[in-house]
């Protein structure tokens, strides 16, 4: 870019720079907002309507909605309920494995919700507040820097190429961040042996609150029930995408059929293979989740894979985590200018030590059932579950109780600041009380 052109850009300010209008993006602006910090999220698309996006709303998740003032909304949203998760036995039975219903939480199963509607229950809450700012088709392009500092963002937006300046950009832009990879910060790729497809199937069946796992020869499929439709995971050997799509697709529905009998009416209705959206599965995560100016969380720190879906409570348990950690800082001016190089780094390794042992662990469980079942099932080796799993299940329900809990609330699960919280019939948005914010 040519330096007349940078020149020509329009440059404004704000406090703190979010950059991605994902769930840790959005969460992580409304609580800050809630602070009274003034803060921007910049959003690249129009609006949130994509499909495939992660839909699953963890326990732990709406205990953190309750202590907003935001559950009653998000529960007036369109939404199905998942309370077990089952594996088939050897005789064809249904073995409970995750039983969600023995949590002893308010909120004792996952609901999926079509992520848009989630973000814009986010995105009406953050405009209650005077301090926050969504910005809708401004694409980041790059980080500004200032004597080795990260001090704002380039961007393009419908009026044009623009700059935000700010005390603090915090990348929350996914597993493809375009402020992770400006950063070059140190990452660690794990090893993964599948691809995720993800496609839907209409159906008028009532369908059971519980996930619809099917495993054969070389593939596993998760149906997931929602409203009208299932919604189907379908997961195969990496790279072979083009594989798939060229046995086309009456040889896609045969098999879909013969591993969801329930839907063998329905399938016809995948009308082709335009419709089987191919997701290139990635696990991995920074080894530093920031430099000087910038932090990354979320999918930006650490990609994850589908199994469990908890892609999504992660990211929002990153965007709580560092809006109590920040809060007091922002607010003060501790970040302005040119911040003492110790201060800043204590601050953001602080945020770094608290969310890493919840992305470890989360990471090593995958990686457990990628290796345990998932590549064996594909190689060949599995073709149906032991049947001591269901013989040891039967004979102790509670066991249960520890994977629902692990993948329902997670590790280090974490609750609203008393700053940010709201009754639900507090909708106006009033002035954050700036003493008892943690710094």
């Known amino acids: 870019m040519s330096t007349s052109s940078i020149r020509d850009r329009v440059t404004t300010r704000t406090t703190c720079v979010v950059v991605g209008g994902g769930p840790a993006g959005m969460v992580l602006g409304l609580l800050l907002a809630r602070a009274g ?217 045969a098999e879909i059929a013969a591993a969801l009998p329930e839907l063998a009416d329905d399938v016809q209705r995948v009308d082709s293979m335009d419709d089987v959206k191919h997701l290139d599965v990635r696990v991995d995560r920074l080894r530093r989740w920031h430099d000087r100016g910038v932090l990354c969380i979320g999918d930006a720190a650490h990609a994850m894979s589908p199994v469990g879906g908890v892609g999504v409570n992660l990211a929002v348990q990153d965007g709580v985590a560092a809006a109590r950690l920040l809060a007091g800082p922002l607010l003060r001016g501790d970040l302005a200018g040119t911040p003492s190089l110790a201060r800043e780094g204590a601050l953001l390794r602080r945020i770094q030590r608290r969310r890493t042992l919840p992305t470890v662990v989360t990471q090593t469980m995958q990686r457990i059932m990628h290796a345990q079942l998932i590549d064996r099932v594909l190689d060949g080796r599995i073709t149906q579950i032991s049947p001591r799993l269901p013989d040891l299940v039967r004979r102790v329900p509670l066991l249960t109780v520890v994977p629902a809990f692990l993948v329902g609330v997670g590790v280090r699960p974490e609750r609203a600041p008393r700053w940010a919280r709201r009754t639900a019939s507090a909708h106006q948005p009033r002035t954050p009380l700036r003493q008892g914010i943690s710094s």
């Open 37 to 253: 910090v003034q803060v921007t999220v910049l959003e690249k698309h129009a609006d949130f309507l994509r499909d495939f996006r992660g839909d699953t709303v963890h326990p732990s998740t709406m205990t953190l909605l309750d202590d907003l003032g935001l559950f009653e909304r998000f529960d007036a949203l369109p939404h199905s309920k998942i309370r077990r998760a089952q594996l088939p036995a050897s005789d064809g039975t249904q073995v409970t494995v995750a039983d969600f219903g023995r949590l002893p939480l308010r909120h004792k199963y996952i609901a999926m919700v079509p992520q848009w509607d989630f973000l814009d229950l986010l995105a009406d809450a953050g405009q209650e507040e005077p301090t926050f700012d969504l910005r809708m088709e401004h694409e980041v392009t790059g980080v500004v820097r200032r004597d080795g500092r990260v001090v704002g963002v380039d961007y393009d937006a419908p009026q044009g190429p623009s700059r935000m300046l700010a005390d603090l950009v915090i990348a929350c832009d996914g597993r493809w961040s375009v402020v992770r990879q400006a950063s070059s910060l140190p990452s660690r790729e794990l090893p993964v042996r599948f691809d995720t497809w993800w496609f839907r199937v209409p159906t008028s069946h009532a369908l059971p609150e519980t996930l619809l796992p099917r495993i054969g020869k070389g593939r596993v499929l998760i149906g997931i029930p929602r409203n009208g439709y299932a919604q189907i995971a379908y997961l195969g050997p990496k790279g072979t995408d083009q594989q798939l799509r060229a046995a086309g697709i009456e040889s896609f529905r």
